[in-house]
Nanobody, 122 residues
């Protein structure tokens, strides 16, 4: 079973930037979809961004223009570059993967990382 490990979470001030990293324990086929989700306390897990090959991406409306997802398959890594962060972005961020089509709905995914915490506060 492939394992995913996230890193890069931190506490930042509003307007700041962060880059999250998710590394897979073994190479995934290029047909795999890679995704980022987040979950704030008391809220449901929501899709943030997904990427498949060749490099099709989709974003939640709340992060469009601020977040960028990209992948480096040679490094078995997917990244989430986050800019113009605001307090509403505070959440645990999770990396996920599935074979085939990308969705922004968490129930489609069967491979998950443990999460990395992002806190945006002044």
């Amino acid at each position: 079973q492939v394992q995913l490990a996230e890193s890069g979470g931190a506490s930042v001030q509003p307007g700041g930037s962060l880059r999250l990293t998710c590394t897979a324990s073994e190479s995934l086929t290029i047909s795999y979809c890679m995704a980022w989700f987040r979950q704030a306390p008391g809220k449901e897990r929501e899709g943030v961004a997904v990427i498949t090959v060749p490099t099709r991406t989709r974003y939640a409306e709340s992060v469009k223009g601020r977040f960028t997802i990209f992948r480096d398959d040679a490094k078995r890594t997917v990244y989430l570059q986050m800019t113009s962060l605001n307090p509403e972005d505070t959440a645990m961020y999770y990396c996920a993967s599935r074979a085939g089509t990308c969705y922004l709905t968490s129930s489609w995914y069967n491979i998950w990382g443990q999460g990395t915490q992002v806190t945006v506060s002044s």
